[in-house]
């Protein structure tokens, strides 16, 4: 498990992460959120034991990171943003560097780097030179390195990025995977759907506070009061729109399907909100044959933190 | 196997690497070696001297290898402390700069495995390199019949400078944030630590002269490497004498034990510096513990090797053939004194002593004292956490008492020193006034806490500019002013140079030498410059305190 307390970071008087606190259970994968600059890079880098922060506190494993850094790494997988590979290694080379400086010998290396190896599909390439690899390749590297001595926790800074849409679905595999089997992750991306896919626990970092946190659902529930309808139509039904601006639960419309026979609404309340703004539809003779609350997504959420102003007084 | 140490081998040995490496020294051996070789062997046997009543060239092998040996370790030399040391130094910054070192940063290797890992494993071609030279010596050896003990003690110095060579690369790989500059200042800093400094051996300074492995090579190889049957020059005869045992204190010590003594003090401040920057990229390269640990040392050492010279006169090098000679023999200007050259050496030494502890207090105020982000990072740590004080002895704490301390700890065996010349009867060129104990301590305390100052409320480009303006401009503008007229503008090229410590110093010494200028042939009035210099640092110490007392409080 990760726990972090009061965790504050300064760059001079500039404050990249503030007072930020936030813990993840084993067997869960935690998606930090924020736009560049929010301070996600600089949270998972003095969890990893490598930034000094100014004040607060990071357990990993029931072990202070801060006071017992060198036993915290022992915990610790950890894979940078703009990860380098030893080029001139080869990969299993590589993997098998990493698993002797973990302490890994004999056959129990030897199975380990195979291990790591086949978790991340490289068993084919075991013999390439780093330098001749793909991007996606490289970051299966990387990926295979921060798991041969098979840590607890682990710590992933963009693990997505460069990855094509094969590689990314295999790497969510993985972590899912590693999640079942007790591990507990932490990553950050941009990639927001990769995010949503991936993680069971959200953290929306912005200018180094952590303004929400939760899983989807209860962000949701506990963000917003509004929901967003959508609407199938068996026929096109040219007053939808008009009928659905009369309902005063609702405060928006968009017309998404082709023909007219798909539309989103965004609806003030929850479920008994949406039977009567059905009822509604009905009662005005729309040929309903679709109805459902939409799932909020964390592409809305993002969006809707971004829209909001920054704080006071704050250095960009 | 260190997998550091494995890593370096499978990166740069492999079967192309080592074949094609392997023959490159080879051939740059065998070239170097036997062209040495077959020079010295050739001797000719005067016609006199022939059975034949011709003169003859005759073949001596034993020559010939005894002048192949110095090529050849110049060579082996070349291979681990020129390509090697550079090879360290860039790949430990470019491991840093692209995020690689923290990957190993996070294993569970202790740091000293680490930096053994590094050590070893980056320059592995380069010891691939010299090994293939190694029969080249074995056969210099046997055939050049060189005693075995002896090459011993040298090759012995010669890995314990390899190892210094490179862990310096390695900490200045750590330290120096730009990979492509961290090659050359890891190269300059080689050959100003262990080139320039040695040669500040022949001022007095003894210990300085054995980071390298000259007192060995000149000690115990040298005088076996001459061609049989010839002796030795003049020179060659006070370049062996000269390293042959070191006066330390009131005993001498061998060469080669000196020289491990030396390397292996700075060997150990070098291991600390990797430890800490292994732990955590953001420390600073020494505590203020390690700092003052370090600065007494080299007190000590310089204590040590002052003391004969103090105690009785005696010193080595060209300062000891200064002391010597005939003041028929020495030249010296009308203004001083006809037999002022003992008093010259001794405001060498002095100024020597000074120069080389301000240069030392400079750099450990710019390590261990923190820049304004770490004091704010203090203030910051102690608000959140109410503690009263910053512990003064961690990194974030003002630096006020470790820079007091630091000119103490040079005042003292300046002090000490002192004393022990006016006490003793061979020493009749030093002022037993205070004045010239309490003025150049006054000096030195004002400028370690104006260096302070100046460090805590200035980030690097102002810490070093400020230092480059008030150290290098006075001495720029006295060139010119020299250029210009120089008996003319001799008055203000000395107050001008009073404002710079680098040259304030020698001016003090000067200044309180009682045998050395000439009271009936003034030329310059050093009473006023010197006042001059004392009053610029008061100022300059008052003005910085103020201003970090003032972003204090902001």
Not at chain 1, 199 to 225: A, H, N, P, Y
Not at chain 2, 240 to 249: A, D, H, I, K, T
């Amino acid at each position: 498990m990760i726990e972090v307390r009061e965790l504050t970071i300064h760059y001079g008087e500039f404050a990249a992460v503030d007072q930020l606190s936030f813990s993840v259970r084993p067997g869960s994968i935690f998606g930090l959120i924020g736009p560049n600059g929010a301070g996600k890079t600089s949270a998972i880098k003095a969890i990893a034991t490598l930034l000094e922060p100014t004040y607060g506190e990071i357990i990993v494993q029931e072990v202070s990171a801060l006071h017992q850094a060198e036993k915290a790494r022992g915990f610790l997988g950890y894979m940078p943003d703009f990860p380098p590979v030893y080029e001139d290694l080869k990969v299993w080379e590589f993997c098998d560097l990493f698993a002797q400086a973990y302490g890994l010998s004999g056959e129990q290396k030897k199975a380990k780097v195979l291990q790591s190896l086949h978790a991340t599909g490289l068993q084919d390439h075991m013999h390439t030179l780093c330098r001749t690899l793909s991007r996606g390749m490289h970051q299966r590297a990387l990926l295979a390195k921060t798991l041969v001595h098979q840590p607890a926790v682990l710590l992933l800074d963009e693990p997505a990025a460069n990855l094509d849409p094969k590689s990314r679905i295999d790497l969510r595999n993985i972590l899912k995977s590693l999640a079942h089997q007790g591990k507990t992750i932490l990553l950050s991306s941009h990639v927001l759907s990769e995010i949503e896919d991936t993680c069971d626990t959200l953290g929306f970092m912005r200018e180094g506070k952590m303004v929400l946190s939760g899983t989807l659902d209860e962000i949701s529930q506990e963000r917003q009061k509004k929901n967003f309808l959508k609407i199938r139509l068996a026929k096109p039904f040219p007053l939808l729109e008009k009928i659905i601006l009369s309902i005063p639960a609702l405060s928006l419309f968009e017309d998404t399907g082709e023909n007219g026979t798909e539309a989103r609404a965004c609806m003030d309340g929850g479920e008994m909100e949406a039977s009567e703004v059905l009822a509604r539809l009905v009662e005005a003779g729309v040929p309903v044959s679709g109805f459902a609350i939409e799932k909020t997504r964390v592409e809305d959420l993002f969006l809707e933190l971004e829209s909001q102003p920054a704080r006071k007084g704050d250095q960009p | 196997m260190n997998p550091l140490i494995r890593r370096g081998i499978r990166e740069r040995l492999r079967a192309k690497n080592l074949v094609a490496a392997g023959i490159f020294s080879l051939i740059l051996t065998a070239t170097f070696y036997l062209a040495a070789f077959f020079d010295g062997m050739q001797v000719v046997v005067p016609a006199k001297e022939s059975p034949t009543g011709v003169a003859e060239l005759a073949f001596n092998p034993v020559n010939g290898a005894r002048e192949a040996f110095t090529p050849l370790l110049f060579l082996q030399g070349f291979f681990l402390m020129f390509l090697g040391t550079g090879r360290i130094a860039s790949v430990t910054a470019e491991e840093k700069e692209s995020g690689l070192l923290d990957y190993q940063r996070m294993t569970p290797m202790t740091p000293l495995a680490k930096i053994f890992g590094y050590l070893f494993g980056l320059p592995a071609r380069e010891y691939w390199m010299f090994l293939v030279t190694l029969p080249f010596l074995l056969h210099c050896v046997v055939a050049g019949k060189l005693p075995l003990w002896n090459i011993l003690h040298l090759y012995a110095v010669f890995f314990c400078s390899v190892l210094l060579y490179h862990l310096t690369a390695h900490v200045i790989g750590l330290v120096v944030p730009r990979p492509r500059a961290a090659s050359w200042v890891a190269r300059l800093a080689v050959l100003g630590l262990y080139i320039f400094l040695p040669a500040l051996g022949q001022a007095g300074i003894s210990f300085l002269s054995f980071l390298t492995i000259l007192p060995t090579y000149f000690g115990k190889v040298l005088p076996h490497l001459f061609a049989e049957g010839t002796q030795m020059g003049r020179f060659e005869s006070q370049v062996v004498q000269f390293w042959q045992e070191v006066p330390f204190f009131s005993i001498s010590l061998s060469p080669t034990t000196f020289t491990f003594v030396m390397q292996g003090l700075i060997l150990l401040a070098l291991f600390l510096t990797g430890y800490r920057k292994w732990r955590l990229d953001s420390l600073p390269a020494f505590s203020k513990p390690m700092g003052l640990g370090l600065f007494a040392t080299l007190q000590f050492l310089l204590l040590g090797s002052l003391w004969p010279f103090f105690s009785d006169g005696q010193a080595s090098g060209l300062l000891g053939s200064v002391v010597q000679l005939d003041p028929a023999q020495v030249g010296l200007p009308n203004q001083l004194k006809s037999d002022a050259h003992p008093a010259l050496a001794m405001v060498v030494v002095q100024s020597t002593f000074f120069l080389l502890s301000i240069g030392a207090i400079l750099i450990l105020i710019n390590i261990c004292c923190p820049n304004p982000h770490r004091r704010l990072k203090g203030i910051q740590r102690i608000q959140k956490l109410g503690l009263p004080a910053i512990p003064w002895l961690a990194d974030e704490a003002p630096g006020l008492g470790f820079a007091t301390l630091l000119a103490l700890l040079a005042i003292l065996p300046y002090a000490l020193l002192h004393l022990l010349a006016v006490s003793s009867e061979s020493i009749v060129s030093i002022s037993s006034s205070p004045s010239s104990i309490i003025v150049p301590a006054s000096f030195l305390l004002f400028c370690a806490l104006s260096l302070r100052a100046a460090r805590e409320q200035w980030f690097n480009l102002g810490f070093w500019g400020f230092v480059g303006l008030l150290w290098l401009t006075p001495m720029l503008a006295c060139l010119v002013l020299a250029v210009n007229d120089f008996l003319g503008n001799s008055q203000l090229m000395l107050h001008l140079s009073s404002l710079s410590p680098l040259t304030f110093i020698p001016q003090l010494m000067v200044y309180h030498s009682p045998n050395l200028v000439d009271p009936a042939n003034p030329l310059v009035d050093l009473s006023a410059s010197v006042r001059t210099g004392m009053v610029a640092c008061i100022i300059g110490f008052v003005f910085l305190t103020f201003k970090l007392w003032k972003s204090s409080i902001k």
